[in-house]
């Protein structure tokens, strides 16, 4: 007897283990930083932004979210470009020493 597709995606969905995750909250935003383990046992970086929005029609809220996935493979580059983005916006003074200190006394 062949599976359903919805007990496939939940079995995908449980052999996707979290391994462990960070949240980062700023302001109406919050960042989640999961690293999780593929069906092939292959750790990647899922990066998500929620945000919460108010549905104008009815004054609720929702939370908006993306997502992107950074493979084990791409995680040093993506290290490395993004430190030297970071850099280059304290070089050209795109974030304040002000900025810069509230943010690594966050941490």
Do not use: W
């Not at 990647?44 to 996935?69: H, Q």
């Not at 850099?87 to 810069?100: A, G, N, P, T």
């Amino acid at each position: 007897m062949m599976d359903s597709f919805e007990n496939k995606e939940d079995k995908e969905q449980v052999e996707r283990k979290e391994l462990f995750s960070k949240r980062v909250r700023c302001g109406r935003r919050t960042y989640f930083f999961d690293v999780k383990s593929s069906k092939n046992n292959e750790p990647y970086l899922a990066i998500t932004e929620s945000k919460r929005c108010l549905n104008e029609n009815n004054g609720d809220y929702f939370f908006e979210k993306n997502k992107i996935f950074i493979s084990k493979y791409d995680i040093m580059l993506f290290h490395d470009e993004l430190g030297k983005i970071i850099d280059q916006m304290k070089v050209d003074k795109l974030i304040s020493e002000e900025e810069q200190r509230e943010s690594s006394s966050d941490l």
